[in-house]
C-alpha cells in the first residue's frame, strides 16, 4: 500500500506540484498501522491529509504523506439529542447536508466547508457565528508514535478561534480518526452575522419561519458569492486568521481609519484581516500566476498552479505591507508542508 514518489499535487486544493518520497492512503486502522510502522522504521516525517483545503506544499515532503481515507457514518437518537459518530475520511460538506436533510440542526452555519471530518476539529472550524465546538462531543485519534488509540474530549480539545491543542502541544503526534458531534433537538437558528442578516432581509425571509436547510442554503449563497470554488480557482481559504488586538491598538486604529472593520472578541477586538489587505490595495493583485481573490481579499489564489514559495513569497508581501500600513501582523491559517 506504499508507494514511492509521489506527485501531491492532485491531494491540494492550492493544486501546488510537490513530490513526497512516500504515499499512503488508509481506510481502515489497521492500514494506519501500517503505515505507521514504515515511518517508524524509516524515522519519516508524517504529513497527514485530508482534502488538502488547508495546507501549503512549500517544497517536496521528504517523509509520508498519508490520505488518512476511514469511512463510516452513524446517527444514533440519544432522547432529546443526536450523536453523530463520523470517520474522518468522510466529507464535512456532505454530513452538513445530510444532517440538514435529516431535519437536524446545528451544523448548517458551516456549510460548503471544504475538507474532510478528520481535519475539523485541526482549527475548530468556523463560520457565521459558528465554530465546531459548539456541536462536538469527543474524538479518537492514534498517537503517531505507538498505534495506541486516544480519546479526546471537548475540554482536551483545547478549542480556540481557528486552533486546537493539535495545533499546539499535540502538533505531529496525532491522526484523528473518528469525530463524535451531539446536536440537541431544540434548535434555534444563528443568523446573528452581518451577511446572513442582510441575505435573509434581501430575501424577505421571515427568521422565526427558518429552518436548518434555509440556513445551510442562505449560508452556501453567501458563500458561492465571493468565495473561490478550489475546483476552479485553486486557493486554501483564508489564508490568514483575523488578527486580535487590545484595546489600545483597537481605540488608535478605529482613530487612524473610522471604517476599520472589527468585532469584539473576548478582552481585544479581532479585525477583519480581509478589510486590511483590501485597504493596502492587494485586492484582485495578480503576478505571473499567483494573486489575491478579487471577491475577498484574505484568500489567496493560484490560478497559475505554481510552486508554493511563490505563494509564500506574495503572503510574506502582503503581511510585510499590512505591518508597516497598520501595525498589525497576520499569522497565516493554512499549515506550511515542510515548513518555511
Ligand atoms: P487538510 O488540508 O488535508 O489538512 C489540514 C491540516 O490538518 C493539516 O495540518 C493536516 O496534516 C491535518 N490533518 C488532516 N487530516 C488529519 C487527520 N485525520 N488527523 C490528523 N491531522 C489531520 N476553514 C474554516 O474553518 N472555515 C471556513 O469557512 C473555511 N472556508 C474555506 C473555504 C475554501 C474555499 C477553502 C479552500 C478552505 C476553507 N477553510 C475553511 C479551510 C479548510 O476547509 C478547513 O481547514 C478544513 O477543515 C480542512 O480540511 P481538509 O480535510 O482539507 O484538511
Ligand atoms: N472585507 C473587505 N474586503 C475584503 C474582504 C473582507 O472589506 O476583500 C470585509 C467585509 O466587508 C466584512 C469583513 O471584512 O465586513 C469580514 O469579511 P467576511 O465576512 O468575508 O469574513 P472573513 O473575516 O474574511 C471569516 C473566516 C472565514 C469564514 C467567514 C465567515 C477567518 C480567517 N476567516 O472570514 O473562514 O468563512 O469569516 O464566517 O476567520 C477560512 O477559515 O478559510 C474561511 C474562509
Redesign the pocket.
Known sequence: MIRSDIDLQPFN?MTIAARADYFAEATSLEELRVALDFAREKQLPI?????????VLTGDFPGLALH?ALKGLKLEDLGNQTQITAA?GEN?HQLVMHTVAEGLGGLENLAL????I???P??N???YGVELKDSFHSLTAMEIESGALVEFSAEECRFGY?DSI?KQDARDR???CEVRLRLPHQWAPQVSYPALQQYFAANSVAEDTLKPQDVAAAVIAIRNSK??N?VQIP????FFKNPVVDDAQYTQLRQQHPQLVAFAAGEGWKLAAGWLIDQAGWRGFEREGVGVHSQQALVLINPGHCCGSKVVALAMEIAADVKAKFGVDLEPEP?FYPGV
Open positions: 486544493t504529513l497527514p491529509l485530508g482534502g488538502g483545503s488547508n495546507i488518512v474522518a464535512w466547508i471544504p475538507g474532510n478528520g481535519a475539523s485541526i482549527q472550524i468556523g463560520a481557528r493539535f496525532y491522526l484523528i468565495l473561490p478550489p486557493n486554501a481559504g483564508s499549515r
